[in-house]
């Protein structure tokens, strides 16, 4: 059975730093495309950053040049470093695989991990 499982996520203050793990088991989507998105109670779960079978990555407006996407295909895990947090970094992040088209529309992906809360405070 295929399962995405993430990791990582906690309570840091305004500056701080967290790195997101996303596990994936029974099948090798490390070597896919890939995506973090995150998700607010009451709003539209939104794209943070993908990655693509080179390595290629985009990120959303919000994040660029404090979050990076990376992934290592020996351990078939996908990260989120994320740097200079901001108490609207505050959400329940996923990670996702198995996309039809390798972008930051969540309607692109079929597979999706169970999440991981970061909280950032002020």
């Known amino acids: 059975q295929v399962q995405l499982v993430e990791s990582g996520g906690g309570s840091v203050q305004a500056g701080g730093s967290l790195r997101l793990s996303c596990a994936a088991f029974g099948h090798t989507y490390i070597t896919y495309c890939m995506a973090w998105f995150r998700q607010v109670p009451g709003k539209e779960r939104e794209g943070v950053a993908v990655?693509?079978?080179?390595?290629?990555?985009n990120y959303a407006d919000s994040v660029k040049g404090r979050f990076t996407i990376f992934k290592d295909n020996a351990k078939n895990t996908l990260y989120l470093q994320m740097n200079s947090l901001k108490p609207e970094d505050t959400a329940m992040y996923y990670c996702?695989?198995?996309?039809?088209?390798?972008?930051?529309?969540?309607?692109?992906?079929?597979?999706w991990g169970q999440g991981t809360q970061v909280t950032v405070s002020s």
């Open positions: 996702a695989a198995d996309a039809v088209v390798c972008s930051l529309n969540k309607f692109d992906y079929m597979n």
């Open positions: 990655i693509d079978w080179i390595s290629q990555t």
